[in-house]
């Protein structure tokens, strides 16, 4: 298969070396893996896929032209004495491996059958944790999805191999559970679990959500973790350890997302619109007046016909992100930034206070008025961050929301919600350009004083 020259083949123990030191590499597996040196991409930056082998053991493939250039020479001869020929499995099938090859070499619209059972373990982590830290402030995991990416997979195929991986199952989704946000979570749902405080997290988990409780996947990890951990094992005997260890993270990724599901019912909000919602800076909770935005408060229950993005620029020293938009009613606003721009015209360094952002509307001639630059740019970023999704909405509620904890290198500043009737939302959130650096609060300017006030779009999806 011509394909394969583009690939060399490796032991699956060279893989040892790298996760046997996390505090120098750092190595993710999924539908393929990656390993990055000290410095993440220094020293090595490759990816690689596993490949069964007809003896059963596993062999890694690398691409090429990763290994040449991305990877130092000292850590090329690590790779060297595990390096294997093609001809021993050239002609042995594996389709899981024939379907990496469509999706990551060929690049001929191959999807795969089903998303990869880690990627989606990940996603409905995340997706639980960003629907409780919205809901409630607090995650039902005590860890990030993507730190699952350094799960310890199975890397050779025997009993030991197997029985080791669900011991780092278990350190996740047995002992990750955030019992304290657990019982806040209880307290909303209006759900009494008695004796919570004596049981253990998963236990407590368990009497929480009593429909998981009969998923015996949890069992499952619980049993081959204490075959790791409390017995006195036996000989490792051949088992097909990554195909039954990838089938148990699928059958782990069904009671998450019906975890999922229930946190989306009882606390009345989406997956999408949580992960974004949970995505912006921490805001306060009430809304802030605005005597800038009058223009768009006359506009609420009008629909949105049109929207470009566009940079504004009046005083030659000072461009604005605007995002003017047409109503159905023939009305067109540019919703643009504003700042003390005289501050900002000053020689002498600015405290960090000075330079507040706020947004503003204008009508459309008086934004004209400025020169507008044309920037294909941040007409592609716009386009490519909200796809325009509002068009044809109608626009039901204008928020503003101080942002609550302020960068140290960021001044105070607001988002703006244009809320639209279906319950979705853009939002605009304000950033700056000035070729700054901060120190001790103090902004120092460079000798050009470039400034751009800029805007970040973020579509909230209904579900």
Do not use: W
């Given at each position: 298969m011509e394909i394969l020259r583009h690939l060399v083949f490796f032991n699956s123990d060279i893989l040892h070396v790298y996760t046997g030191r996390p505090d120098k590499y750092h190595v993710e597996f999924g539908h393929y893996g990656r390993i990055g040196g000290e410095i993440y991409g220094r020293e090595i930056n490759i990816r690689f896929a596993l490949r069964e082998l007809p003896n059963n053991e596993l062999a890694v493939a690398v691409f090429i032209p990763d290994l040449l250039t991305r990877t130092k020479e000292k850590e090329r001869l690590k790779w060297k004495c595990f390096e294997l020929h093609l001809s021993e499995f050239e002609n042995h099938p594996d389709p899981d491996f024939d379907e990496w090859i469509a999706i990551y070499l060929k690049e001929n619209d191959v999807w795969p059958k089903q998303e990869a059972p880690l990627k989606k373990l990940i996603e409905h982590v995340n997706f639980a944790n960003a629907i409780t830290r919205v809901a409630i402030d607090c995650s039902i995991f005590s860890f990030a999805g993507n730190e699952l990416r350094?799960?310890?997979?199975?890397?050779?195929?025997?009993?030991?191999?197997?029985?080791?991986?669900?011991?780092?199952?278990?350190?996740?989704?047995?002992?990750?559970?955030?019992?304290?946000?657990?019982?806040?979570?209880?307290?909303?749902?209006?759900?009494?679990?008695?004796?919570?405080?004596?049981?253990?997290?998963?236990?407590?988990?368990?009497?929480?959500?009593?429909?998981?409780?009969?998923?015996?996947?949890?069992?499952?990890?619980?049993?081959?973790?204490?075959?790791?951990?409390?017995?006195?094992?036996?000989?490792?005997?051949?088992?097909?350890?990554?195909k039954k260890f990838l089938n148990d993270l699928e059958d782990l990724a069904q009671p998450i997302e019906l975890l999922v599901n229930t946190l989306e019912r009882e606390l009345?909000?989406?997956?999408?619109?949580?992960?974004?919602?949970?995505?912006?800076?921490?805001?306060?909770?009430?809304?802030?007046?605005?005597?800038?935005?009058?223009?768009?408060?006359?506009?609420?229950?009008?629909?949105?016909?049109?929207?470009?993005?566009?940079?504004?620029?009046?005083?030659?020293?000072?461009?604005?992100?605007?995002?003017?938009?047409?109503?159905?009613?023939?009305?067109?606003?540019?919703?643009?930034?504003?700042?003390?721009?005289?501050?900002?015209?000053?020689?002498?360094?600015?405290?960090?206070?000075?330079?507040?952002i706020e947004f503003i509307d204008m009508e459309i001639n008086a934004a004209f008025t400025a020169r507008v630059l044309s920037d294909e740019n941040l007409e592609s970023i716009f386009l490519l961050t909200t796809e325009y999704s509002f068009l044809k909405k109608k626009l039901s509620n204008i928020r503003i929301h101080e942002i609550d904890k302020p960068d140290e290198v960021l001044p105070r500043r607001y988002l703006l919600f244009l809320d639209f009737e279906d319950g979705s939302s853009l939002v605009l959130e304000p950033t700056w350009n000035i070729g700054h650096k901060v120190k001790n609060g103090i902004v120092h300017l460079h000798e050009s004083k470039s400034v751009h006030l800029q805007m970040i779009p973020r579509f909230i999806y209904v579900k």
């Open positions: 350094r799960l310890l997979i199975p890397l050779a195929n025997h009993t030991h191999a197997y029985e080791d991986a669900h011991r780092e199952l278990y350190r996740y989704f047995i002992d990750g559970i955030d019992k304290k946000c657990l019982k806040k979570l209880n307290a909303i749902r209006n759900v009494e679990v008695a004796n919570i405080d004596e049981m253990r997290s998963f236990k407590a988990f368990m009497y929480s959500f009593p429909h998981l409780n009969q998923i015996k996947i949890f069992e499952k990890i619980s049993e081959q973790r204490a075959k790791s951990v409390h017995e006195r094992r036996i000989t490792a005997e051949p088992y097909p350890a990554l009345s909000i989406g997956r999408n619109k949580a992960m974004a919602l949970d995505y912006l800076p921490n805001f306060k909770k009430e809304t802030k007046e605005s005597k800038q935005l009058k223009l768009l408060f006359n506009l609420v229950g009008k629909k949105i016909i049109r929207a470009r993005a566009v940079v504004l620029d009046k005083e030659s020293k000072i461009k604005r992100d605007a995002l003017i938009l047409k109503f159905e009613n023939e009305a067109e606003v540019a919703i643009t930034l504003n700042a003390n721009t005289e501050l900002l015209a000053k020689k002498e360094a600015l405290h960090l206070s000075d330079l507040a």
